[in-house]
């Protein structure tokens, strides 16, 4: 079986890498999937595969082995980001600002591939494959959790559900898995520090949110450094702070946003409680006002301990021991995390960097690119996965 699913992938090679160009000179954001979705639906009705679409733009397929068994859905999302690609390729993003520099393109091409190489097979097989063609993973409240609400994972219900993403710091023709606690729960946290604005030379008639803010974002630290359990990894960081003044003008407010991050759901929420204290505290003590508003994304990704460890086996059995390897928690979140929390799953890496010289294109940089020779291995371990998750 290994030997067919590598022929199959190797010949559909050359049609997968055409696939994943059209898709990544055309990309689209989050929850405006609307031709991306037209693309994959049209794949679908060529292999005659089953479809219906879901949350929008969402598509869900079924592929009906030769006998009745076990329900495994399989994950691809699809959508891009607000990023101006940089590379000088054919196939460079034709959208102006938008670029799939997250690898979905790949994602969705390998999860074609699967569709075709178990379409193939399907006779011969027993059990029943479900395909989630998945919107707006990039941004909140995530497609995942739209399509469980809308259904995604009823009629039929699958028994488990694999995902995998490109990870450039891995090379092509390996991938990589982590049981349990893999990738953080992410809260976005906005905070609007209100003060009194005037001129910078006369700071005793006004109140200062410029300095109120710097207090705040250094005294935050502190939930983490003395707050938090030393065992529990945790991130609190702030990416953005807008401060309309001028050199001599102190403004009436200041804008801030950032991102908490976290493994345990009873700190997660701890921490919701101690960061709006601490803004609206220390603002009032000099002064000020603090809005605080936390916005609540993605629970964390854990790996069903049974699931994963089968999938890191079977992975070892169609790759080689040489190209599978232990992966270590990551504080990057995933709204696959929403499949996992409601059925077991497994979320594993797909290495792609590229080129002899080991160059690494980073995710989300205008310059991010894959080995397209992934898409081999992405589709075919998938497949083989698919099936030997049915028959255990």
Known sequence: MIERIKEEASRLLPEMIEVRRHLHRHPELSFEEFETSKFIQQRLTQLGIPFEVVSKTGVVALIQCGAEGKVIALRADMDALPIQETNDTEYASKNIGVMHACGHDVHTTSLLGVAAILKNMAPELKGTIKLIFQLGEEKLPGGASLMIRD???????????????????????KVGFRSGKYMASADEIYLKVIGKGGHA??????????LITSHIIVAMQQIISRRRHPNMPSVLSFGRVEALGATNVIPNHVEVAGTFRTFDEEWRLKAHELIRELAENTAKAMGGNCEVDIRVGYPFVKNDEVLTKNAKMHAIDFLGPGNVVDLEMRMTGEDFAYYSQVMPGTFYRLGTKEGADGKMRGLHTSTFDVDETCLETGAGLMAYLAIKSMEE
Do not use: K, S
């Open 151 to 173: 259904g995604a994972l009823e009629n039929p219900a699958p028994t488990a559900i694999l995902g995998q993403h490109v990870y450039p710091e891995l090379e092509a023709g």
């Open 201 to 210: 030379a006369l700071p005793d008639r006004n109140i200062d949110p410029v």
